[in-house]
């Protein structure tokens, strides 16, 4: 999709245009990036004019950009915070068939370009106040009045930290509930991928003997599992300031299936995790970062004792969300549902919406009066 587009009219035009037939969320051009196969982008930008016009050669860029944009409120003032983090970048400049130096010749020309993508990038991220792109731009500056000529298009890169065929540790959490209970709960490991159903196994041994509720029964009155996405917005330029959200990125009931007591049980619950358009990557950068945890939250009762007197027992892992590989995406391509809300951690927000795009992948961009500001389509905050 081409979220820059002045590129084109009756007389000529400039287009980015990508060599893969697949597509991911957002409808953008689709690459897989793992530890043992780096994704390769390749693609052509090509002008075309059918008569001479004056104009630059074509600056063609690539950023691997993180970035955040929000405002606050103080009293009667607003302050806007935005900062971009660049971990991979790339220039090159296409040179344009010219009757003179600034002069463009009628025709066509066609640039083959191709950029490696380094390793431990995070995957693609989309968000109304932060995201991850892969980002290219064809640029073609013009002496005023006229306006330049550019086009801008996203790529989405599933990229996976999981190596192939790897033996993950599984992740263990173990404590005792009320001094009397001792309990564990096990994941396959603590990267989990977009996607994936996950089996979360609890398990329950026998009371302490020196326990307060030896001899009674424990009942399971409610259970929930969920998985929590915490994200810090980073600001460093004058004030390293932070705004702090979480969501509720699953939320999965766990009614059926309890034993009549707990000790002495185990139980395994299947906890979908949803596809990359709803859950995000997790990501340390100078821009934001997102963090998650997964978390059974019960509550417990004794035989002798109401479910208005039950216990809440509550296990915690943190967990990393990384993309699935390309074995895994066949099955969850179709998951690019829209994110649930975001929560202000330190005061109220408002729903989050995700951004509008208009699902294209081979961009193309023309030319007006004086060249505006970059426009990026994510509503106003």
């Known amino acids: ?47 075309r004019a059918v008569k001479e016009t004056k104009g630059s050669e074509i600056e063609l860029t690539f950023e691997a950009r993180a970035e955040s944009k929000w405002t606050e409120s103080y009293g009667k003032n607003t302050v806007s915070f935005h900062q971009v983090a660049k971990l991979q970048e790339k220039t090159w400049e296409v040179k344009l068939n010219r009757t003179s130096p600034k002069v463009i010749a009628p025709g066509v020309t066609r640039y083959d370009f191709e950029v490696e993508l380094q390793e431990g990038l995070p995957p693609s991220i989309e968000g109304t106040r932060a995201w991850f792109h892969y980002r290219f731009k064809a640029h073609i500056r013009r002496d005023f009045p006229r306006r330049d000529m550019a086009v801008k298009q996203l790529v989405w890169v599933y990229s996976s930290s999981l190596k192939a065929n790897e033996h993950l540790e599984p992740k263990i959490y173990k404590d005792v509930w009320n001094e009397t209970l001792p309990y564990s709960c096990t994941i396959p490991s603590d990267v989990l991928y977009q996607g994936q159903t996950v089996p979360l196994t609890v398990q329950f041994d026998q009371l302490l003997d020196n326990g307060s509720l030896q001899g009674q029964d424990l009942i399971v009155v409610s259970a929930v599992v969920k998985l929590k996405q915490y994200t810090t ?70 035989t002798t004792s109401s479910e208005k007197d039950a216990k809440e027992l509550r296990m915690e892992m943190d967990v990393k969300i990384t993309s699935p590989r390309p074995e895994h995406i066949k099955n969850i391509a179709a998951q690019h549902a829209a994110p649930p809300a975001y929560q202000t951690i330190d005061s109220d927000d408002e729903d989050s919406r995700p951004p509008a795009f208009n699902p294209a992948w081979t961009s193309s961009s023309g030319e007006g009066s004086a060249y505006p500001q970059d426009v990026k389509r994510h509503p106003e905050l």
Do not use: N
């Open 1 to 47: 999709m081409a979220i820059l587009d002045f590129s084109k009219d009756s007389e000529k035009s400039i287009s980015l245009h990508f060599h893969t037939q697949e597509l991911g969320p957002e409808g953008q051009p689709l690459y897989y990036h793992t530890p043992e196969v780096p994704a390769v982008i390749k693609g052509h930008v090509e002008f």
């Open 233 to 302: 917005l980073l600001e460093k330029k004058l004030t390293s300031t932070k705004r702090k959200e979480k969501k509720t990125v699953v939320t999965l009931p766990v009614t059926e299936g309890w034993p009549a007591t707990l000790q002495g049980s185990t139980k395994t619950i299947l906890v979908e995790l949803p596809g990359a358009r709803q859950l995000a990557g997790s990501i340390d950068s100078e821009a934001f970062i997102k963090r998650h945890c997964l978390k059974l939250i019960m509550m417990v009762r004794t």
